[in-house]
């Protein structure tokens, strides 16, 4: 595989352990208390090193680090300690890196969260997903609401000022009082950042089975989601995200900003090279195993063409807003999908809801 050699990183780590499986998700994980943590941490070093050895990222620095998962937070503080640090010896990163890590409540106690804190994190991400004590147990969380507040706390007294809430929208049965309840306890934790993602009924997963919420009613919901964050100060960047001033995740943005991103660990993607995206094995120990035979982890790779490329582009940047040239956007829209900003056109509430569509005509 050919490498480019990029001025500036990201780099995506993925930590595919979770304590149980949530209902919903489709992401690459599996259920485990016993996690190796130790063997990991050498593949992922072995193979940051390989990149490193063929030159990518080498005449630049490292912008931002994003640990996910998988729940992340299942890797003692000493481990993600570790992982920095060895990550710092093989790249440089930028005095200003964004350093993020994605938290269950349920892992999070004062001492782990000045753990890490003490090792390193800049950003973290708590996946709270609903502060309804019925809705989490319907979307199979193990947390209750009352941990993701005292988490939360735990956080802002280890020091971080940079705290992202993840919230899910749209659950089937959700009522508008619940819906409330989350935006009422986002007024009163006061996080810099909200993730407020709709309800996916992923093919795969036990709510694929499972009647999805009325479409009129999760308009209503993010709708009502956007009002009252914008209220309390929120800018709302992109279709599923919300920041304070300066708090936007800068991670995030390189995505939908077309920059190279490489990703290390089991089921990781990367795109370091315009075109091409290739996916690490799933399975964390068949990675490990690969590595330690000095076998490439690498399973699949995908190749974009030129018209694919400038789709992928446009479609990332209209997720924003920083919206797209307005001479790119699809003739015949019906009015109120989109404003005009200058030369961007960038999508209204409305225009969010039906995004998947108005994507499919770019
Ligand atoms: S904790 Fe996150 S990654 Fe793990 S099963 Fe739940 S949603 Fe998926």
Redesign the pocket.
């Known amino acids: 595989m050919g490498l480019s050699f990029t001025m500036d990183g990201h780099i995506y780590i993925h930590i595919p352990f979770?304590l149980?499986?949530?209902r919903y998700?489709a992401?690459s994980?599996i259920v485990t208390r016993e996690v190796p943590e130790d063997r990991y941490l050498m593949a992922l070093f072995r193979e940051a090193a390989l990149y490193r050895d063929r030159g990518v990222f080498s005449s630049g620095s490292i912008q931002t680090l994003y640990i996910g998962?998988?729940?992340p937070t299942l890797f003692t503080p000493s481990g993600i300690k570790r992982l920095i640090e060895g990550l710092r010896n093989i790249w440089t990163f930028s005095e200003q890196a964004e350093i993020s890590i994605e938290s269950?409540p349920e892992t999070l106690d004062l001492r782990y969260a000045k753990g890490l804190k003490g090792a390193g994190i800049t950003r973290i991400s708590m996946?709270a997903q609903s502060f309804s004590a019925r809705l989490l147990k319907y979307l199979g969380r193990i947390h209750t609401p009352e941990k993701s507040v005292q988490g939360f706390l735990h956080l802002r007294d280890a020091g971080f000022d940079n705290i992202n809430i993840d919230l899910i929208l749209g659950v089937p049965g959700e009522k508008p009082e619940e819906l409330e309840t989350d935006l009422d306890w986002i007024e009163k934790l006061g996080p810099e950042h909200v993730s407020a993602y709709l309800l996916q009924h992923e093919p795969g997963t036990w709510f694929a089975g499972v009647k999805p919420c009325d479409e009129d009613k999760v308009a209503t919901f993010f709708a009502r989601v956007v009002d009252r964050l914008s209220i309390i100060g929120f800018q709302h960047y992109e279709i599923s995200n919300y920041a304070r001033p300066g708090f936007r995740c800068r991670h995030n943005m390189a995505y939908w900003a077309y920059k190279p991103y490489l990703g290390l660990g089991a089921a990781s993607v990367s795109c370091i090279v315009e075109g091409k995206r290739w996916e690490n094995v799933k399975d964390p120990y068949k990675y490990m195993t690969r590595i330690e035979r000095g076998l490439d982890p690498v399973e699949t790779v995908d190749s974009l063409d030129t018209k694919e490329i400038a789709f992928e582009k446009k479609f990332l940047s209209l997720r924003t807003d920083h919206g797209i040239d307005v001479k790119d956007m699809p003739e015949h829209l019906p009015l109120g999908l989109f404003e005009i900003k200058g030369n961007r056109a960038v999508l209204t509430k409305k225009g969010m809801l039906v995004s998947d569509e108005i994507f499919s005509l770019l």
């Open positions: 979770c149980s499986k949530c998700c992401f994980s998962g998988g729940t269950n996946g």
